[in-house]
């Protein structure tokens, strides 16, 4: 056979061969489910990829699930941070806005009251200063919104902690805005366990282990002595707010007692629980009323160590030593 045939012979040949190969796999695996395949990696990269680049000394050890359960995801079970908007660089009088839209892929307008609020907005650089703690208000679409300015420039990690009416199970998403100006990025270089914000000096106490519950103390004085004058703030004496320094990871952190009644005082002390899924350190803001007053004091802890299997700790963990992510 010469050589022009046999070679069309060939070409037949593999045609055949790609036509039986393409008719296998489609009976095997039909298109709706390789679509579905396609979907389902590309969920997962993008979840598993949000935020967890650059220099974040945690990437790499955070899933996406562990991601969302940390705040550091756009969306969660259906739930998405969308249309967010803010001035873009500092010295604008704007807005903040943003929607949660739900798993039908509508404005979330129906939500519960955590804390006194249906929404908490938080906001930070990256580096862990220009901490605000804010309440937007909701439109009838399901917008929220606040006036807004920034004081100064460099990337912010927005979140947004909610209840779903729906769901009745808290949520933190977050998103990152970045605002233009020169940066002077300022982290903490080491603990900060006491600090003075408004004359009143804040102190923190108590151990910081990681993967367990622990208990930190607040203690607030004046000219040192005692303040007793706390007033009920967000449904409690004090709020605080825990996010551990490199990737801003969101902890969940509770206060100790019931909830004060309207009129009631107290101090010097306020006692939370908190939960550190990784050794490191950790970025605290804690805030309090006086006289009608919100005053903010950011202190700085390190982990001091370990959970144990059996739900004790054991020391050397502490630092910036990294470490799994632990459930909680």
Wanted: proline share 6%; hydrophobic share 35%; no cysteine.
């Amino acid at each position: 056979m010469k050589a022009p045939a046999r070679l069309g012979l060939y070409g037949l040949v593999l045609v055949a061969v790609f036509a039986v190969a393409a008719f296998t796999a489609n009976a095997i695996v039909p298109d709706s489910t390789v679509q579905a395949w396609a979907e389902e990696t590309t969920d997962n990269n993008h979840t598993e990829g949000h935020d967890m680049t650059g220099d974040d000394p945690h990437a790499g050890h955070t899933s996406g699930a562990d991601a969302a359960s940390l705040g550091l995801g756009l969306a969660q079970d259906g739930y998405q941070l969308t249309g967010v908007t803010a001035p873009t660089a500092t010295g604008e009088d704007g807005e903040l806005s943003l929607t949660v839209t739900g798993p039908d892929g509508h404005p979330v307008t129906d939500f519960e009251l955590e804390h006194e609020k249906e929404l908490h907005l938080i906001v930070v650089r990256s580096d862990g200063q220009h901490f605000r703690h804010v309440h937007p208000e909701r439109d009838n679409q399901g917008a929220w919104s606040i006036p807004w300015e920034w004081e100064a420039a460099g990337s912010y990690r927005v979140f947004a902690d909610f209840v779903p009416t729906e769901t009745g199970s808290g949520m933190t998403l977050s998103t990152s805005v970045q605002v233009a100006g020169d940066y002077a990025p300022a982290p903490a270089d080491g603990p900060v366990t006491e600090t003075t914000v408004d004359g009143y000096t804040v102190a923190v106490s108590g151990d910081l282990v990681a993967g367990s519950g622990s208990e930190l103390t607040m203690t607030i004085t004046q000219d040192g002595e005692p303040v007793t004058a706390l007033e009920p703030y967000l449904g409690a004496f004090g709020h605080l707010v825990a996010l551990r320094d490199g990737d801003l990871a969101y902890l969940h952190v509770h206060p100790h007692g019931d909830a004060p009644e309207a009129g009631e005082t107290s101090g010097p002390e306020i006692v939370f629980e908190a939960t550190a899924p990784t050794p490191g350190r950790y970025l605290l803001f804690l805030d309090f009323q006086i006289d009608g007053q919100v005053h903010t004091a950011p202190l700085v802890v390190d982990t001091t160590g370990e959970a144990s299997p059996d739900g004790g700790s054991h020391e050397g963990a502490g630092g910036h030593e990294e470490g799994g992510d632990h459930e909680h």
